[in-house]
């Protein structure tokens, strides 16, 4: 039963990293295509970022039943960059919904400037807390100070590194996705070969 549970767990997160991944990575790319590819990127990801959450919803709630211990460890000594993840995510959905549904163009620019931040940054540090988790250097129980308890476990170059490839590995998932829906713009086929020959 708990191998079922894992495999279901693994498939949820497949799908937020393929799918998920992607909504953030459309930031990432429109960071570097400017103001060319926002009706693009808007009409692409308007129908289905907010439901690509659900596999992360999924992941969450299969952890916390699933494997109880494992939850409580990682939402307590990874609580600031999950936090952050958190503040990130809401951020996004806020500033892509009001810039895609708001009338007022004078206020666009902060919610196009608030929805790229925010899409460079949510991802950034779920790959931190990914690289803390991996590189298992969370503490075993409470004892010490607050920065090796709570800070040392995620702040480190390995940590760092992971945050930095999964950024660009959303951002190259949107821009091969988004090749789809603009055949004709350069910018994405520029930016998926440029970040394929990081990859490969």
């Given at each position: 039963?708990?191998?079922?549970?894992?495999?279901?767990?693994?498939?949820?997160?497949?799908?937020?990293?393929?799918?998920?991944?992607?909504?953030?990575?459309?930031?990432?790319?429109?960071?570097?295509?400017?103001?060319?590819?926002?009706?693009?990127?808007?009409?692409?990801?308007?129908?289905?970022?907010?439901?690509n959450h659900?596999?992360?919803?999924?992941?969450?709630?299969?952890?916390?039943?699933?494997?109880?211990?494992?939850?409580?460890?990682?939402?307590?000594?990874?609580?600031?960059?999950l936090f952050?993840?958190?503040?990130?995510?809401?951020?996004?959905?806020?500033?892509?919904?009001?810039?895609?549904?708001?009338?007022?163009?004078?206020?666009?620019?902060?919610?196009?400037?608030?929805?790229?931040?925010?899409?460079?940054?949510?991802?950034?540090?779920?790959?931190?807390?990914?690289?803390?988790?991996?590189?298992?250097?969370?503490?075993?129980?409470?004892?010490?100070?607050?920065?090796?308890?709570?800070?040392?476990?995620?702040?480190?170059?390995?940590?760092?590194?992971?945050?930095?490839?999964?950024?660009?590995?959303?951002?190259?998932?949107?821009?091969?996705?988004?090749?789809?829906?603009?055949?004709?713009?350069?910018?994405?086929?520029?930016?998926?070969?440029?970040?394929?020959?990081?990859?490969?």
């Open positions: 039963m708990t191998d079922l549970v894992i495999i279901v767990l693994g498939i949820a997160i497949l799908f937020y990293v393929l799918l998920g991944g992607a909504d953030f990575g459309a930031g990432i790319v429109e960071l570097v295509t400017g103001k060319r590819g926002i009706d693009t990127i808007s009409k692409a990801i308007a129908p289905v970022w907010e439901a659900i596999w992360l919803i999924l992941a969450v709630v299969i952890l916390f039943n699933g494997f109880p211990l494992v939850y409580t460890t990682l939402t307590t000594y990874l609580h600031i960059p952050i993840i958190l503040l990130g995510i809401i951020f996004r959905g806020t500033a892509f919904t009001f810039r895609y549904y708001d009338t007022v163009d004078n206020s666009h620019k902060y919610y196009t400037q608030l929805f790229r931040i925010s899409s460079l940054l949510t991802p950034f540090f779920l790959g931190v807390t990914l690289g803390a988790i991996m590189l298992g250097k969370i503490p075993a129980q409470v004892d010490g100070t607050f920065y090796t308890i709570f800070i040392a476990p995620w702040l480190n170059l390995f940590s760092f590194t992971t945050g930095i490839f999964l950024t660009l590995l959303f951002g190259w998932l949107a821009a091969i996705y988004l090749l789809g829906e603009a055949r004709d713009d350069e910018s994405f086929q520029t930016f998926s070969k440029t970040s394929r020959t990081f990859f490969v």
